[in-house]
């Protein structure tokens, strides 16, 4: 309800701001001795631009060489977590092939001795849950940590990149944006990533490394 009700206010606002600009961008004109436009003519104007944009942030995090390298650092994690318990996994797996082996051979000296490795490959494996769900912790950390790296530097890039195009507001396109419809010629996508890449150089996985 909380998430419903932010929604409908940041559309709200987001008309406001829009309309408080065409209705100052019309009264200066008659000010100025024009005969000033319609509202609804102003609307459908294509020669006007609102100091409004958005980022299609899908887009950018494709093309963004940070981004790249970001998720590059993300894939070796993953890859390494991966491999560390596909090799535990095949520990216990040899471990236990190899009991059975034996049981049906008969070739444990003992009772005793063949509850003993049995007891010992259940702890094997009682050990790799507790691994796998620690790698597993570690990682969603880590994307969460380059989540927000990511994020704070976009915006403290954006500062930068608005300190020449004057925009009011530069929304995102996201899934739970509040942007539904908006022209073409708002979408300052490619001038976002050409200007981000340009701060930051090539894509590269070391780069990614250094960064840590």
Known sequence: MKNSTSYIVSVVLTVAI??????????????NGGSGKELSVLLNDSSITLPIAYVNVDSLLTNYNFAKDLNE???RKEESTRAT????QGQINSAA?????????????????????????LQMNQEYQQLAERLTQEFM??????????????KAKMEEFNQDKNYEI??????????LFADKKYDITNDVVEFLNSKYGPATAAAAEVKK
Do not use: P
């Open 73 to 75: 650092s993300l894939l």
């Open 141 to 154: 950390l880590e994307q969460e940590k380059l989540n927000i790296q990511m994020e704070d530097t976009i």
């Open 170 to 179: 530069i929304f995102s396109n996201r899934t739970t944006s509040t942007i």
């Open 18 to 31: 829009i309309i408080l600009y065409i209705l100052h961008f019309t009264s200066r004109s008659s000010v």
């Open 85 to 88: 318990l596909n090799q535990r």
């Open 97 to 121: 092939q190899e009991f059975e082996r034996k049981m049906r051979n008969n070739a444990f000296l003992s009772q005793e001795r063949a509850q003993q490795e049995q007891e010992r490959i």
